[in-house]
């Protein structure tokens, strides 16, 4: 029997993620940064994951609807839902740090959305505003695990990406050390995203998807602040397209029966 898949596509404000699904489980992932010119990115991952074996196609995320070849067009908290919920069945709820927005989720015990809230006003609190700061302190984002082992957090006042970065700098130039303030900086981004969250009155188990989510420094503070169990998953960026392509395989499937 010829195998047919479904691809997601989320293309998101930072990076473009595309993930296959041959019903059972998630075969092939794809990420490409979208730049200035979304359409174009979305477009090359499209042609990128494409094949033969590509029975449906579901776009989601703000570009959703610049992929022309796309099936269906589905909302990225519907997306983020689903694809959480398939990495993790146990949650309750997610809470999403995207480069410019966060979400937070708030699921049903059948994995529906119930509600949810969505930042995407200020850059404070996303993946964008922690780059910034890492980029002021001369640092490499993807050492942030190791750079802040043992450190003792600063205390950042300003969430303000602006503000923030011209305090960071005040801080370099008293001697205050590097580690410390990137500690401080995560404190302050889990801090402020807890605090948006609970306002869903989240219990149970959360789900942390995002780029951030990859560093264990930003999963176990988000769970302090938080005070709930919160759990991650490798391929936890990318939930958003593999909700995309699990929502593709349920509708298509109907019709292959």
Known sequence: MEQKLTLGIDSGSTTTKAALFDGKEIVRTGMVPTGANPKESIQSLYQQMWSKDVAYTVSTGYGRALLDQADKQVTEITCHAR???????DIQAVVDIGGQ????????????????????????????????????????????????????????????????????????????DKGDIALGVV???????????QRLKLSGAVFFSGGLAQYEIFRST????????????????????????????????????
């Open 101 to 176: 927005d966060s979400k937070a989720i708030l699921l049903d015990r059948d994995r529906n959305v119930v509600d949810f809230l969505m930042n995407d006003k200020c850059a404070a609190g996303t993946g964008r505003f922690i780059e910034v700061m890492m980029r002021t302190l001369g640092e490499n984002l993807e050492e942030m695990d190791r750079f802040v082992q043992g450190k003792t957090p600063a205390n950042i006042t300003s969430m303000c990406t602006v503000f923030a970065e011209s305090e960071i700098v005040s801080l370099l130039a008293k001697g205050v």
């Open 222 to 257: 988000m769970e302090s602040f938080l005070k709930l169990p919160v759990h991650t998953h490798p391929l936890s960026q990318y939930a958003g397209a593999i909700g995309a392509a699990v929502i593709g395989y349920q509708k298509a499937s109907r019709s292959w029966n």
């Open 187 to 197: 404190q302050s981004i889990c801090r402020r995203t807890a605090f948006f969250a």
């Open 83 to 89: 694809g959480a919920a398939f990495l993790n069945p």
